[in-house]
């Protein structure tokens, strides 16, 4: 059973930093893409950021292109997202995804299994 565990969202004002952790289990973590999403208040999931198996490639929202990063540890069998230049827009609950199977990336489609979500928050 694959289990999806985030961690490192909170409150923090306009400008400010996060990073966010999602920790794997329930089979072989590198042999699978991962990828970030996340959903704002009234609005629909929405994919952020998307990391091969290897984690030579990588693929982004413009709407967070130039901020965030995405990386993975494929020892510690852990996704991460760095967030930076925050903005109260980018406030939402963020979710850590991964495929069934071994799909280069993962998107809103493909994706199959879920993390429970953590909270950000950025105040203006």
């Known amino acids: 059973q694959v289990q999806l565990v985030e961690s490192g969202g909170g409150l923090v004002q306009a400008g400010g930093s996060l990073r966010l952790s999602c920790a794997a289990s329930?089979?072989?973590?590198?042999?699978?893409?991962m990828g970030w999403f996340r959903r704002a208040p009234g609005k629909e999931r929405e994919f952020v950021a998307t990391?091969?198996?290897?984690?030579?490639?990588?693929y982004y929202a413009d709407s967070v292109k130039g901020r965030f990063t995405i990386s993975r540890d494929n020892a510690k069998n852990t996704v991460y997202l760095q967030m930076n230049s925050l903005k109260p827009e980018d406030t939402a609950v963020y979710y850590c995804?991964?495929?069934?199977?071994?799909?280069?990336?993962?998107?809103?489609?493909?994706?199959?299994?879920w993390g429970q979500g953590t909270q950000v928050t950025v105040s203006s």
């Open positions: 995804a991964t495929n069934a199977d071994t799909s280069v990336v993962v998107t809103t489609t493909t994706a199959r299994y």
């Open positions: 329930g089979r072989t973590f590198a042999s699978y893409a």
């Open positions: 990391i091969t198996r290897i984690g030579g490639n990588t």
